[in-house]
Structures are given as structure tokens and as C-alpha cells.
């Protein structure tokens, strides 16, 4: 019988973020190392959050995600998923995402914005919420940021997100950035007065503002105006989405430098890792993507020496470790060959491995 994982330390959390509390111990230029306590638990940062999207990471069990040498003190799960199915008041009626997916640890959730990219053709975004027609089975589901705060509270996480409104960087259209960055100030508001858990659950305000890095300019308006609001952490939203590196690293930069130092700053949709290694050295502290996790699946493997997609002929008969300076156990165990071998021949297992290696 597995023995269950202690509970986390009690925690002197402030008055003003009751739920967390933000240690910065070392800095390096811009670049810092802290606790981030939250309720189930302390966070070691910069950390990079996988993304569990309906409260489950494919192919990966909980257990597993929290054991050594992953040893995940924190996931994501996507709020408008989890509401599309099992539905969010079936998880407040079960105590929560935790008790529903066996997870002690802690969870982020996502409000459901970034759908207005992802299922840009099935949704319609007006100053009430955003309507969407769901993938699956087409029926419509209108989330405001009452229903995103209401469907985050019985989800039960410990941080959850602010409903924004997101443009994709990409646009060419500075009348809809100024729309979005505005009315993300408008909704943050309407998300704190909906905000009925504030004592066990962290709200985050989420910086919007297109690529404009001007004084005064979007960014820096939407960074003041949720530094107003004085929130347990921020988020920069908004970026990759395909605008180039410059551009990406610039906003960046000027997100985490404005925003407070003794808040943690969340760096949304990012896993790539050169951008987790300079955006960690530009002062950020948090980042999820599904890029570990989708990449294992269809077979690339991620090493120091680059990406290995083993289902490639070149390993077939190679009999040495997927990654010879990884001590997990797909990387002590297996040959390249046999890693070749089942993800060509077996539908699940090898996704399995490879997923678990590259996170």
C-alpha cells in the first residue's frame, strides 16, 4: 500500500496574500531562486509547471509526477476543459481537483482565456465574457469572469488565473491590443469581486499589451493598472504565439522588471528550453507548456545535445542510453533500440517513456 505524501509545513502566510508567501533567497543579475509557499506545499522557482489540461497528464500517473528524480511540486489544469468535462461542480462535490485526481501538491489554473486563441474559429469574445461552441459536441458555453472565478473556486486550485482578454501578438491591428489590454483591466476587477476563496486560493492578474513596449505605452498601462490592485502574483500573457524573438524577450524583460519584486511572475504557454533559460535569467519565476509533454508523445526526445526523435531508422540497432547525463529511469534502463522498437511497434508504452524522460 502506498504510504501517502506528508502534509506541507505549516506556513506563516501574510496579511496581504493570505495563501502565499514568496522567499527570495539568492539573485544573480536579474535572475532569482526562491520558495513560493502555497497551500499544499513550497514551490522552488524558476519552475516549470507541466501541463495536465483535464486534470490528468497523458501517460503519466500523479504518483509518478511526484516521486523522484520529477519530484512535480506544482501542475497545470485548464479551467475551461475541466468545466466542459467532468464539469466543476462535480469536483466541488468531491472536495476538489486534488482529492478528484489523487494530487496533494499543488495546481495552477488556467482561466480559459487562451481559448480565444486555440479555439479562435469557435469563439466569440464580447465586454459580457467569451461564447464558445464547444469541440465537443458543439453546444455553447458563454465564460465570463464571474463563471471563470465560480468554476476556478470549486476546482479548488491553489493559484488560479483572471479572465483576460488575449490578442494574439501576431496581429497587425492596434485597436484591438488597446480593446484587449483595456477591457483585461475591466474584467480583472469583476474577477476579484466574484473571487469567494481568497484565504486558500491565489489570484493572478495577467499583463496583456500586445508587443508594445513604449513608456506609457500597453504594456506598461495593463502592468500598473493590476500592480494597483495589489494581487498575490501576475502573469505575463499574450506571447508565444510566433512573434519573433527580439520582440518576445523585449516584453519580457519589461514585464519582469516592473512588476514586484516580492510577487512571483508567471511567464504563460513557454517550455521551450533556451527561452526557460533566458527568461529565468531576465527575473522570471514560473512556466508551463505543453511542449515536454506533447513532444514525448510522438517520440523526440529532449537532451542536452538537442532533440532525438527516436522513431528514426538512425536508432534502430543503437544499443546506449536515450541520454547519458539523465538518471531517470527510462534513460537507465532502456537502449534507444528498444525505445525505438516500442514506440514504432507499441501505441502506448513508448509514449509513455519518452513523455516521462522529457519532463
Not at 507541466?50 to 489544469?77: H, N, R, S, W, Y
Not at 488556467?110 to 486555440?118: A, E, P, R, T, W
Not at 479555439?119 to 458543439?138: K, M, N, R, Y
Not at 526523435?309 to 527510462?330: E, N, Q
Request: with cysteine; proline share 7%; hydrophobic share 40%.
Amino acid at each position: 500500500m502506498t504510504t501517502p505524501p506528508p502534509k506541507p509545513p505549516v506556513v506563516a502566510f501574510s496579511n496581504d496574500s493570505p495563501a502565499l508567501k514568496l522567499d527570495v533567497l539568492h539573485t544573480y543579475g536579474r535572475a532569482r531562486a526562491c520558495d513560493l509557499h502555497l497551500p499544499h506545499g513550497t514551490v522552488h522557482t524558476p519552475i516549470f509547471m507541466p501541463v495536465g489540461t483535464q486534470g490528468t497528464i497523458k501517460g503519466i500517473t500523479a504518483e509518478q509526477m511526484a516521486l523522484p528524480p520529477i519530484d512535480c511540486k506544482i501542475l497545470l489544469a485548464n479551467t475551461y476543459h475541466l468545466a466542459l468535462r467532468p464539469g466543476t461542480d462535480l469536483l466541488k462535490d468531491v472536495g476538489g481537483l486534488h482529492d478528484f485526481m489523487g494530487w496533494h501538491r499543488n495546481i495552477l489554473t488556467d482561466s480559459g482565456g487562451f481559448q480565444m486563441v486555440s479555439l479562435l474559429e469557435l469563439a466569440q469574445i464580447t465586454e459580457v465574457g467569451v461564447e464558445f461552441q464547444s469541440p465537443v459536441d458543439g453546444t455553447t458555453m458563454l465564460l465570463t469572469p464571474e463563471m471563470s472565478i465560480t468554476h476556478q473556486n470549486n476546482i479548488g486550485a491553489d493559484i488560479i488565473m483572471a479572465l483576460d482578454d488575449v490578442a494574439p501578438s501576431t496581429i497587425q491591428d492596434d485597436a484591438r491590443f488597446l480593446e484587449a489590454t483595456e477591457r483585461t483591466l475591466r474584467w480583472i476587477d469583476r474577477c476579484i469581486a466574484a473571487h469567494k476563496r481568497p484565504a486558500t486560493q491565489n489570484l493572478f492578474g495577467i499583463v496583456q499589451g500586445g508587443l508594445d513596449t513604449k513608456p506609457g505605452g500597453l504594456r506598461e498601462r495593463c502592468i500598473q493598472g493590476l500592480i494597483d490592485r495589489n494581487l498575490p502574483g501576475y502573469a505575463i500573457g499574450g506571447l508565444a504565439g510566433g512573434e519573433d524573438k527580439t520582440s518576445f524577450w523585449t516584453v519580457v524583460a519589461l514585464c519582469a522588471e516592473r512588476l514586484p519584486a516580492n510577487k512571483p511572475r508567471y511567464l504563460m504557454g513557454v517550455g521551450y528550453p533556451v527561452d526557460l533559460v533566458v527568461c529565468s535569467a531576465l527575473g522570471v519565476d514560473m512556466f508551463d507548456c505543453v511542449y515536454p509533454t506533447r513532444t514525448g508523445r510522438f517520440g523526440t526526445a529532449i537532451t542536452p545535445k538537442g532533440l532525438l526523435r527516436i522513431k528514426s531508422a538512425d536508432f534502430a540497432s543503437d544499443g546506449g542510453p536515450l541520454d547519458a547525463t539523465c538518471a531517470c529511469f527510462v534513460c537507465t534502463e532502456y537502449s534507444r533500440a528498444y525505445l525505438h522498437h516500442v514506440m514504432k511497434k507499441d501505441g502506448s508504452i513508448g509514449p509513455q517513456l519518452i513523455t516521462y524522460k522529457d519532463i
